[in-house]
């Protein structure tokens, strides 16, 4: 059989491969078997043309070179088709919203990309049309103050006009000199950059983007504005601290894009490190409406942080199990001590809880800091005179409980006594 074979090896070598040689294939390649192992997995390609035969070495092709090749292109396709399929779907709900504005539907004139994106995020068809309506509503509010300030620029013009015709000015008060807007400013930021050094320190956790829709996230942003409004208006106000931001997420985003340049400037303290981080825990106390401590009086060597969340559909436990996973200290403000509360959750606003800590901070005064809460949310505050009153008759009867039990208790003793001391006698 060995022999077999060897002829059959020296026919095959003498005849088909010169015939090949001199006819040529398809692409003039022969592929041949390696003889020795290599590092890399490549295969020996020897050319071989039909009037060109050269005597150059055998060319080597990296496999895995060629695969990275191909991946990257097969890559770049899936990003072309994804992309193409995203704008497919973005002019499909463009349409969509064109339809619905002529069929008569509450739609805003303009919609950006942002928002259309929004819209293919919501689920069902009536939270479409919800957002579409909102968008709507916020698109005529700022046409009517544009148009509202237009007209005020008129007035002023004509009132201008009036008076250069007639050479009439009007009389100024020279009595109080008026701050100019530029000097107020100044005065504001110089008590802002003050509180950066001396004040306390008052934190909003942002570690709530994954809990909030995009509408929510918005309020949110609204509300914290209005927050840093009033605390730079402030005669003490706070150090604000603005904990886990993340760069380049949807909170730093809606912040950069509503505030713009100004942004930079604002004299707060944004991180993206854990309040836990920046602060010792023993001094952090976690404000929320579901933890089962009441908060007795505002202490002012404590840090209080306020979970920047606004829950349209009421989550309830979110902040408080935050706080427990980080084993803070939590308390909630005693608006059952203080007012008549109607049914439904206490959950405030950003800026109404600001308000009220404000407050406290200026004056510990707990009836005035709770006028900030809204007069729909309860019927009256309760008379604390009364409450007082109940409390230290309640008091006072305990106090005559226990001795009058203690005196029953001390009377069988007494008569044991005496009864032991006759029969002796």
Known sequence: MKFLNMVLRSIVKHSVFPFAMQNGTKK?????????SFPCRTLILSPALKKQISSSPTEKLDLDGWKNVMRSGMQEEVSETSESEEDS?????????EMWRLAGRTVP???????LKTLMECSTKSSKKKYLKYLAIKEKVKKASKVKQEKQKE?????LEKAKENDIGELKNTFLLQFWSKSMDKIYNWRTAQAMIFGQPLVFDMAYE??????EMENTVNQLMETEGWNRRAIDP???????LKVDGLYHKEFAKRYGEAWNNLLMTVTEQSHTDVFPKDKLIYLTADSPNVMKTFEHDKIYIVGSMVDRQIKTGISLAHAKRLKLTTERLPLERYLKWESGAKNLTLDQMFRILLTLKDTGDWMEALKFVPKRKYEAFVDISLYSKHKTDTGRRTKVSEFSNSQEKVKPFAENSFRKQTQKK
Do not use: D, G, W
């Open 89 to 97: 779907i973005l002019a499909a709900t463009r349409e969509l919203v």
């Open 28 to 36: 003039y390649l022969f592929l041949t078997a390696p003889q020795r």
């Open 238 to 244: 706070f150090h604000l601290h603005f904990c886990n």
């Open 155 to 159: 007035a002023k013009k004509e009132k």
């Open 109 to 115: 004139e303009n919609i950006s990309e942002e928002e």
């Open 210 to 215: 994954n809990y909030m829709s995009r509408r």
